[in-house]
């Protein structure tokens, strides 16, 4: 089992930043990837950005790319997503999860195997 605790979301201007984190504990060491996705109210959860367990391959949504930025902490096996340029239509509660499956993309959420509570993110116009 892989447990994963989210935190860091809030309120925030549009334009403004936040940085979410993503503390992982457990059975770690079958992890390959880990990733984060949203979902707002009404629409279906959608993938925002991932990575390699061991950081070497990025993954982001075109609808982030170049104001989202994910990275990691291997020493406390933290995962981050650096939020920029933050828009309303990034409204949305934000899942930390964990793949043990091989794949060529991780954007589909059915690859993932443990989620996090989430975390909400809402930003105001």
């Known amino acids: 089992q892989v447990q994963l605790v989210e935190s860091g979301g809030g309120l925030v201007q549009a334009g403004g930043s936040l940085r979410l984190s993503c503390a992982a504990s457990g059975r770690t060491n079958n992890v390959y990837r880990m990733g984060w996705f949203r979902q707002a109210p009404g629409k279906e959860r959608e993938f925002v950005a991932s990575m390699s367990w061991r950081g070497i391959s990025l993954d982001y949504a075109d609808s982030v790319k170049g104001r989202f930025t994910i990275s990691r902490d291997n020493a406390k096996n933290t995962v981050w997503l650096q939020m920029n340029s933050l828009k309303p239509e990034d409204t949305a509660l934000y899942y930390c999860?964990?793949?043990?499956?091989?794949?060529?993309?991780?954007?589909?959420?059915?690859?993932?195997?443990?989620w996090g509570q989430g975390t909400q993110v809402t930003v105001s116009s």
């Open positions: 999860a964990a793949s043990q499956s091989i794949a060529v993309r991780y954007t589909a959420a059915n690859l993932y195997d443990y």
